[in-house]
C-alpha cells in the first residue's frame, strides 16, 4: 500500500464514523445522479423518436458496457483517489446535466440523433463506472477492511441511491422542472456532492495548485449549469420551433409525452391549427374532419346510447358523437390529463372541438386504457378506438389480442367498434397486421380508407359484436357531413392491387410485431 493511499490512522473513532458515513452518503448521492441521468436519455429517445423498448435497450446496454471499461480507466487513478474523484464528479455533472440539452439540440437543428446518444451515454457510462473503484480507495483510507465487507457497504449505498434516484425522476423531476432542467439540477447535485466531500474529508491530500484548479472547475461549472437552467425557457421554445414550420402557439412537457400546437395560413387562405404529439402530427385542422367523420359515423349507424371513446383527447371526436342527439353518454378515456385539459380550455382548440368536452353528458376519465378497460364491468352500445398509432411500446399493447379481447366484453351484443388502423398505402403491412389481430380476437372486421390531405389515405376497421362482418352506412338525418356520402363509403371499401389486403401475424402482447412493423414503415417512408 502506499504512502498516498494509507489509512488515516490518526483519526479518533467517532470522526472514523462521521467521515465514512460522510463517503457512504456521497455514494449514495452519486448513485441516484448516476441513475437519473440513465432515465433522462431513456425518456427522451421515448419522446423524440419513440419505442421506449429500444430507447432503453441502446441506454442501457451502451451504459452498462462503458462502466466496465471506466472501472478498468481508474485503476491507474488510484494513486490520486482523492483529485480523480472530485474531476469524474465535475465532469459528470457537467456530461449528465447538460446531456438532454445537447441531444434536444442535435434532433432540432440536425439529422442527426443515434450517433450523439451513444456517444453520450458512453462518456456518462465511463465516469459512473469510475465512481466505486475510486470510493472503495477513499473508504479504505478512512479505515481499512476487509473487501467483502467494504464492497458490502459502498453497494448498499449505491443501490439505495439507485432506488431514490429511480423513485425521483418520474414524480419529482419530471413533473416539477422538465427533462433539462431536471437534468441540469442533477448535475448540480453531482457537483455538490462529489466536491463537498474532498474538500470536508481529503483536503489534505490536494496540493495547494490542486486546490485552486479544483475550486477553479468548481466555480466554472456551477456558472456553466446555472446559466444554463436559467437560459432553458428560451432555448426549448428555439429548439421547439425549430422542429415546426409553423409559429407554436402552444407547448407543454406533459409526465407522458410533448404536447405542440401550431397555427398557420394554408394555401387556400384558411387557419390551420396543428396539434402534436412527440412530434407526431395528430390532426390539422383544415382536414381533420375527413378523418374523424370517417371514424365516428359507420360506428355510430348502429346502436349509440351509450359511447366510449378510447384516446381521442382532443374532443374532435366526441364532437361527432354529440351530433346525434339520442346519445345519452358519453365516456372519454385518455391517458394524458394535459392533453384533454388542453381540448376543455385552450380557446382555439374548444372552438374546434365546439366544447364537446365540457357537454354534459361527457365523462373524461385520464387513465390508461388497457388498465382501466380490465376494472370496468359495464357495457357500451359504442366503442371508438383512437389511439396513436402503435409506434411505441405503451401504445402497441393497445392493438393487441388482448386489447381488442377486452374491448369485446364491453361491448353490447348489438355494439359496434371501430378502430383507427393507419395508412394502408404509407403503412400497409400495419394496417393489416391490426385486421388480422381483430380477426384473431373473434371479429370479421371490414376495413375501410379515406384520404385526408394532411396524412394522406387512412384507413379504418369496423367491427360488431356478433362477429359478422358490419354492412358500411351512414344515418343520414343528422347530416349534412362535410366529406361522406354512402357513395364514397362504398368505394371506400375498394382497395387498390398496391394496398391489397396482406395475410399478417396478429400482435399480443408477449408478441408485439405491430410495433417493428410501424415503425420500418414509416421510417422508409
Partial sequence: MTAESAPQATLSPRRVRLSRFGLLATAFAV???????ELALITLGAYLVGNTAKQASIVLAVMVFAMGLG?????????????????????????????????????????LYSLPLVLVAAAIGLLIGAEIPLLMELLQRIREQAAGAAVADLNAADYLGGLIGGLAFPFVLLPFFGQIQGALLVGAVNAVAGVALIYVLFREDLSKLAKQLLTLVAAGTAVLLIAAFAYTDRFET????????????YSEDSVYQQIVMTESASPFGERDLRLYLN???????????RYH?????????????????????DGLAVREILRYEDVETVTLVDLDGAVTDLAQGFGDLVDLNEGSMNDPKVEVVNEDAFTWLRQQTGTWDTIIVDMPDPDATETAKLYSVEFYGLATDHLNETGRMVVQSGSPYFAPKTFWTIHSTLEASGYEPTPYWVSVPSFGDWGFHLVQAD?????????????PFQSLTPELLEAAQVFPPDRDEMDMEPSTLMHPVILDRVESEWKNY
Fill in 31 to 37: 448513485s441516484a445522479c448516476g441513475l437519473v441521468y
Fill in 71 to 111: 472501472a478498468l480507466a481508474a485503476k491507474p487513478l488510484r494513486r490520486w483517489p482523492a483529485l480523480s474523484f472530485a474531476v469524474v464528479e465535475l465532469a459528470l455533472a457537467l456530461l449528465g446535466g447538460f446531456s438532454v440539452m445537447l441531444l434536444y439540440a442535435a434532433f432540432a437543428w440536425t439529422d
Fill in 238 to 249: 428555439n429548439a421547439r420551433q425549430a422542429l415546426y414550420a409553423a409559429p407554436i402557439v
Fill in 279 to 289: 412530434g407526431d402530427l395528430q390532426f390539422s385542422s383544415v382536414d381533420e374532419y
Fill in 293 to 313: 367523420e370517417a371514424l365516428v359515423h359507420p360506428a355510430m349507424s348502429g346502436p349509440h346510447a351509450n359511447v366510449l371513446v378510447l384516446g381521442g383527447g
Fill in 467 to 479: 362477429g359478422e362482418a358490419p354492412v358500411l352506412s351512414l344515418d343520414t338525418s343528422i347530416g
